[in-house]
């Protein structure tokens, strides 16, 4: 079965730093692109990042460029998203899926910015 | 506001057909796929239709997906009470060099 879980969510000051991870498993990770949606409170889906299959290429929406990165490590089938100064408008459910075009999704990790 | 301008809300009763619409502009829906989420409530989203009107392995033939030009529709015939969920649409944008996603949109079963 073919599975993502996030891990790494919490409360967080502004201004502080987090780490997500995202657990990959039923399927050849190495050979996808994979990505970080989010979801604030109450509203739609934003997208935040994606990257390659060997982390060569990475997108960044503008709203978390220079702040946020993505990585991955493909010998344990995981995807990172290190947040940095992080803002209360940052507050959300960060979800990861597969592939550019999104295909699964895991259940997503909740990341709250706040004093 | 989002990229994409979806409805925010859409609703029908049991049996009927109901469209949702996505409109974008050249850079995204115009020259690329759209694809279409669902989500339900306290869920994740799950991929509804891809490359504008194909249907992962699983989803009823109820739901279509079609594009002309700079908009996209989500079609869902023979409404059920289990359709209540919201929608969303999305495409890669060449001038952003990021994927957008419409605002959702609520669907409602009366």
């Known amino acids: 079965e073919v599975q993502l879980v996030e891990s790494g969510g919490g409360l967080v000051q502004p201004g502080g730093s987090l780490r997500l991870s995202c657990a990959a498993s039923g399927f050849t990770f190495s050979t996808y692109w994979m990505t970080w949606v989010r979801q604030a409170p109450g509203k739609g889906l934003e997208w935040v990042a994606n990257m390659g299959q060997d982390g060569s290429e990475k997108y960044y929406v503008d709203s978390v460029k220079g702040r946020f990165t993505i990585s991955r490590d493909n010998a344990k089938n995981s995807l990172y998203l290190q947040m940095n100064s992080l803002r209360a408008e940052d507050t959300a459910v960060y979800y990861c899926a597969r592939d550019k075009n999104m295909d699964v999704w895991g259940q997503g990790t909740t990341v709250t910015v706040s004093s | 506001q989002s990229v994409l301008t979806q409805p925010p809300s859409a609703s029908g009763t049991p049996g009927q057909r109901v469209t949702i619409s996505c409109s974008g502009s050249?850079?995204?829906?115009?020259?690329?796929?759209v694809y279409w989420y669902q989500q339900f409530p306290g869920t994740a989203p799950k991929l509804l239709i891809y490359?504008?009107?194909q249907r992962p392995s699983g989803v009823p033939d109820r739901f279509s997906g079609s594009k002309s030009g700079t908009s996209a529709s989500l079609a869902i015939s023979g409404l059920r009470s289990e359709d209540e969920a919201d929608y969303y649409c999305a495409a890669w944008d060449d001038s952003l060099s990021a994927w957008v996603f419409g605002g959702g949109s609520k669907l409602t079963v009366l």
């Open positions: 490359r504008n009107n």
């Open positions: 050249s850079s995204n829906i115009g020259s690329k796929f």
